[in-house]
């Protein structure tokens, strides 16, 4: 009869201990859900109704797993946006809350895979296996948590290299009419990344099949597209995966960025991006503005690139860089896109058709292009190097007009002229063929002591060429100077100028002596530093 409590509480413990874990483990057959009714439908958007606790660019789910956003909450109807082919949905089709933004899959597996924004793959090598995802939308790093832009992001291409340098964590915008080389560019900058720590993204937004896949192929022949992720919409893709294309992209290049890493992102082209939130706006009926573009156009653009930083050192000292690709109509680059996106980035480069068409290629006017971080983006013995040389080859094309008109030209302002045509012939490189730091300063610097006056322009490419051979013969030790903020002295640059000058005696027509004078007893005379 003692027991008889003892055994009552036990066997009360025993069933709230099986009480308690059967709600743990139990998993409820029937979840809430709220759903909506589709109204109508448009070129790739969707009028809903019934959904009242939807929130701003919330994910809804259509039938057919087709996905939208919530664009327009309105007290009757939600505009939403479509991001799949929704040719089969109709009038009265259920939609459902999902109670998540839209996001993206993020990590090591998407290194050298071509994938759309939703993050299925596009290149016929199966499913990703994603672990981790991110919201396309997130907001940028704090100005306290940001670090100054100081480590430069070498292209390969010596004009931008030398004249309007890009450092990690930098936006520089490169515009142009079309076909002047605006892709070709950023595509040399990735092929230049091989072997120097930096991942690269590259979203192409709307561009043809055709341009994407000759794209990806230069990509694949250069072995660049192992550290690189391709994020693809087409032409004739709904324009809603054209408007979250940058946006995932840029998820997918901050997820490495916060491991400390440093990335390229280039988005081709904003222009596409600008036109294609434009259609979605004009058919959600919002109220046009300049251009029928609406009125948060620039804002769209801003939260965008302002995700491009460099991070402080304690949250790991990783960088973003971004390259958007504009595109302009008849050098009018005070369009309203244009004009946008030149006062949110850092810089632009301009790409001339006149140039293009003349054969100087990069068709890069410098004239009207300009990095705004400038020289504390550049090495130190570039800058050394580089010297007065966009001062020179401006004086060259201002000269240059006049002399065709054939007027009689004074002794210096010939060599002003002739110099000038050694600069252009320099900074003329071709497609795909990036070039190393040491044969950019080898060669800069043979042109700023003006051992290329003495060669005829119809042989420069071939001196050039001698001068990229030789620079191999340049110590090693001096090399390692190159990639840090070291000056270069006076006996790194004489002996530089010395092996340039060797390897251009074949190709010169005739002696210099104040040439032979700046390469062995006086190397500061055309190294004059930038202001």
């Known amino acids: 009869m003692n027991n008889e409590p003892e055994n009552l509480l036990s066997a009360i413990d025993h069933a709230r201990s099986g009480i308690s874990q059967a709600r743990e483990t139990f998993t409820p057959q029937l979840a809430p859900r709220e759903v909506g009714t589709i109204i109508s439908i448009a070129t790739g958007i969707a009028k809903v109704s019934g959904l009242p606790s939807v929130g701003f660019e919330e994910l809804l789910e259509f039938p057919g797993g087709v996905s939208g956003i919530a664009f327009n909450v309105d007290e009757n109807e939600i505009g939403v946006v479509l991001l799949g082919e929704y040719w089969h949905l109709q009038a009265g089709d259920e939609v459902e809350r999902t109670g998540r933004v ?49 480590v430069p992001l ?30 070709t560019i950023a595509i040399d900058t990735i092929l230049n990344q091989r072997d120097k720590n930096v991942l690269c993204v590259y979203c192409a937004i709307g561009q043809r099949a055709s341009a994407v896949a000759k794209a990806v192929a230069t990509l694949q022949e250069n072995g660049a597209l192992a550290y690189t992720i391709v994020i693809v919409t087409e032409g004739n893709d709904p324009p809603g995966l054209a408007y979250i294309a940058p946006y995932a992209a840029t998820s997918i290049a901050e997820h490495f960025m916060e491991q400390g890493r440093d990335v390229l992102i280039v988005y081709d082209d904003l222009t596409h991006h600008a036109r294609a939130y434009r259609e979605l706006s004009l058919l959600l009926r919002r109220p046009p503005g300049r251009e029928a573009f609406p009125g948060d156009i620039f804002y769209i653009h801003s939260r965008l690139l302002e995700r491009a930083t460099h991070l402080c050192t304690e949250l790991g000292g990783g ?35 006149s140039l293009f068409e003349l054969g100087v290629l990069p068709a890069v006017d410098v004239g009207k292009s300009v990095s705004r971080v400038g020289g504390k983006a550049q090495r130190a ?29 004074d002794e210096d302002t010939r060599k002003i002229i002739e110099h000038g045509q050694r600069i252009r012939a320099c900074l003329k490189q071709a497609e795909f063929s990036p070039v190393s730091v040491p044969e950019q300063i080898a060669v800069l610097l043979a042109l700023t002591s003006k051992l290329f006056d003495s060669v005829p322009i119809e042989k420069m490419t071939e001196a050039e060429s001698a001068v990229h051979d030789a620079a191999k013969n340049i110590p090693k030790d001096v090399c390692a100077r190159f990639d840090i903020a070291e000056k270069l002295s006076d006996e790194d640059r004489a002996m530089i100028i010395k092996i340039a000058s060797n390897a251009l005696t074949p190709f010169q027509t005739k002696t210099a002596p104040e040439l032979k004078d700046a390469a062995d007893n006086n190397p500061k005379a055309a190294t004059a530093e930038h202001p």
């Open 102 to 150: 839209m996001d993206v899959a993020v990590g090591e597996e998407l290194l050298g895979r071509i994938i759309d924004p939703l993050g299925r793959p596009l290149d016929g090598n199966g499913t990703i296996p994603s672990k981790k995802r991110l919201p396309i939308e997130r907001p940028a790093t704090p100005i306290m948590d940001r670090a100054p832009v100081t």
């Open 154 to 183: 070498q292209s390969g291409l010596k004009v931008i290299d030398a004249l309007i340098p890009i450092g990690r964590g930098q936006r520089e915008l490169i515009l142009g009419d079309r076909q002047t080389g605006k892709t």
């Open 319 to 353: 960088s973003l860089t971004a390259l958007p690709i504009i595109e302009t109509e008849a050098q009018n680059i005070s369009a309203y896109i244009p004009t946008n996106l030149i006062s949110i980035t850092d810089g632009q480069i301009y790409l001339s058709p």
């Open 381 to 409: 013995a570039y800058r050394v190097v580089a010297g007065d040389l966009k001062l020179a080859y401006a004086q060259f094309e201002e000269l240059e007009t006049f002399a065709r008109f054939g007027a009689r030209l």
